[in-house]
């Protein structure tokens, strides 16, 4: 699987977007984009995935560039219980079999 | 979305004595289940790969011995730490693929403390 590069931490306002970028410049044509979050003790939450073209749905929206090398999640509305780690996963769409691997990610901290 | 859960969520027990952990999806049915393990502050490592009827695939480094993992259902696997000791003290997650094979929905975890 390609690998990803996130920003180690980032901080955020109450109320104000959260951008978080992530870099996966080695990305295949039949990977997609996922992202996952992992608030403290707990296990990971399915955010969004996409492909290439942007996606939105009731937690996020998802932007990738137009050649695939890098997207950024948006949260737009950050909350105090948004705060997590953040995590950029590629993998190739579909396939039971294909495992996640999951590297440091983004810790975001919502601030009030 | 579809729920995974996990029993116990924590657990304490004895160096040498075995803990099972079990991993249940509970409103759909999974073909395939994953089992991780996370060390303070670091990320998600995973351990092996479960199939429903078949062994498990264990990833490079995990003793097969040692982590012994069942998958007997569509709904169930489990994962029984033998003779554990306190270096296998960590939070144990699990994870499992609906039919649609895209989206991974992870359990709650489970907080191992071997003393």
């Known amino acids: 699987d390609a690998k990803t590069t996130q920003p180690t931490s980032m901080d955020c306002a109450e109320g104000r977007a959260a951008n978080l970028p992530c870099n996966h410049s080695?990305?295949?044509?039949?990977?997609?984009v996922y992202w996952y979050r992992q608030i403290h003790s707990q296990g990971p939450q399915y955010i969004i995935h996409g492909l290439k073209n942007n996606e939105t749905n009731e937690m996020a929206s998802l932007i990738i560039t137009e050649d695939r090398k890098s997207s950024t999640l948006i949260l737009p509305h950050a909350t105090l219980r948004d705060t997590a780690v953040y995590y950029c996963?590629?993998?190739?769409?579909?396939?039971?079999?294909?495992?996640?691997?999951f590297g440091k990610g983004t810790l975001l901290t919502v601030n009030p | 979305g579809a729920v995974v859960s996990q029993h116990p969520s924590w657990v304490i027990c004895k160096s040498g004595t075995s803990v099972k952990i079990e991993c249940r999806s509970l409103?759909?049915?999974?073909?395939?289940m994953f089992w991780y393990r996370q060390f303070p502050k670091q990320s998600l490592m995973l351990m092996a790969t479960?199939?429903?009827?078949?062994?498990?695939?264990?990833e490079q480094g995990v003793e097969k011995d040692k982590f012994l993992i069942n998958h007997a259902s569509l709904t169930l696997s489990t994962l029984t730490v033998t003779s554990a000791h306190p270096e296998d003290s960590s939070f144990y997650i699990c994870?499992?693929?609906?039919?649609?094979?895209?989206?991974?929905?992870f359990g709650p975890g489970t907080r191992l403390t071997v003393t």
């Open positions: 996963i590629v993998r190739p769409f579909g396939g039971s079999n294909y495992k996640l691997t």
């Open positions: 479960s199939n429903e009827g078949s062994k498990a695939t264990y």
């Open positions: 080695t990305i295949s044509g039949n990977e997609y």
């Open positions: 409103d759909f049915q999974a073909t395939t």
């Open positions: 994870s499992a693929i609906g039919t649609s094979g895209n989206e991974q929905y």
